[in-house]
């Protein structure tokens, strides 16, 4: 073979092995970033769930999630950070739970470069295509029909919420409050607790060991619904508080069998991931979307939490 005849050859190697490498990058899945605010501690948590709604989603859609979360609620500059690193990972669609106002920067941000966001959960301020979420004034009405009914309109009710930058939050407890104080009850602790859950233990646990005139107990969310149950399990009361919380983690679903919370108000955090992650692959692809979409509750009980399966969870 001649020298001219071996170089050819080389020559048609490399454009074969440079043809495959474009084809193998071009057939590389999509991505789509979701940022929560939170992390999930096990998989049967809040942030757990919409994370497993998240990756249903993409094995169907045949796309790759990139999925962080941030240390707590009010981990403003994480979520900075984390919009930056997906954006390098070079996804181009962002799912996101806004923990603040300064999201709408990034939003802003991202669009300008064709990459458009949905939020979940929460509604925050931001030139989203979509937001995914509860009720979250409807849904602490909600709690707080069902703590009047259950107390027959008399008590007095402790309150152990979040600080009011976390808005999901902060309007259940509006729509709580609505319903309690229409019916005349009385709400003789309002208690903010930290994002921290060893923090919030230890605040619920000084605030309720002198406290011997608390009939009912609402907690917004499901960090504090745990650190409510922490508490109560530790302190030697007798008394039979009405606790209702918030989310279907499994110690909160364990405790509603063992009788130690009276009932919660479950959302759908599988839904709001899965929806998530199809509503901004629809988006970018230019096809129309709902600019908001609601996920339904379901207040559960003793009564009616056998009715509970895997399947309800599903969009």
């Given amino acids: 073979m001649t020298l001219f005849s071996k170089n050819k050859v080389l020559i048609n190697s490399c454009c074969v092995f440079l043809i495959l490498l474009s084809t193998n990058l071009n057939a590389r899945p999509q991505c789509i970033g979701v940022i929560l605010a939170g992390v999930s501690k096990t998989n049967g948590d809040f942030w757990g769930q919409v994370s497993d709604g998240a990756y249903k989603a993409a094995r169907e859609l045949s796309i790759e999630v990139y999925l962080r ?27 996101i739970t806004p923990n603040s106002n300064v999201r709408a920067i990034d939003v802003a941000r991202l669009k300008t470069i064709g990459i458009p966001t949905v939020y979940i959960d929460r509604k925050m301020e931001g030139d989203v295509v979509s937001v995914i979420k509860t009720n979250n004034f409807a849904a602490g009405e ?40 229409s019916a005349g009850m009385k709400v003789g602790l309002d208690q903010i607790l930290s994002t921290d859950l060893s923090i919030a233990r230890l605040t619920t646990n000084q605030v309720l060991q002198d406290r011997d005139d608390i009939d009912a107990i609402f907690t917004p969310n499901e960090m504090t619904s745990l650190s409510v149950l922490k ?44 929806l998530g992650v199809k509503t901004v692959y629809q988006a970018m692809h230019g096809k129309k979307v709902d600019p908001n979409i609601e996920t339904p509750v379901l207040f559960v009980t003793l009564d009616n939490i056998h009715e509970i399966t895997p399947d309800i969870l599903e969009p």
């Fill in 142 to 181: 909600l709690a707080g029909r069902n703590m009047v009914k259950k107390l027959k309109g008399r008590g007095t009710i402790a309150l152990f919420r979040l600080e009011n930058d976390v808005v999901s939050s902060r309007d259940r407890v509006a729509g709580f409050l609505k319903q309690v104080t």
């Fill in 69 to 95: 979360g941030t240390i707590d609620e009010l981990n403003i500059n994480g979520q900075q950070f984390l919009t930056k690193l997906v954006q390098k990972r070079g996804c181009k669609g962002l799912v």
């Fill in 231 to 274: 508490t109560l399990q530790s302190l030697d009361n007798t008394r039979d508080i009405v606790h209702i919380g918030f989310d279907s983690a499994k110690k909160i679903i364990q405790a509603l069998h063992n009788r130690k919370m009276y009932g919660f108000v479950m959302q759908q955090p599988y839904m709001m991931g899965y």
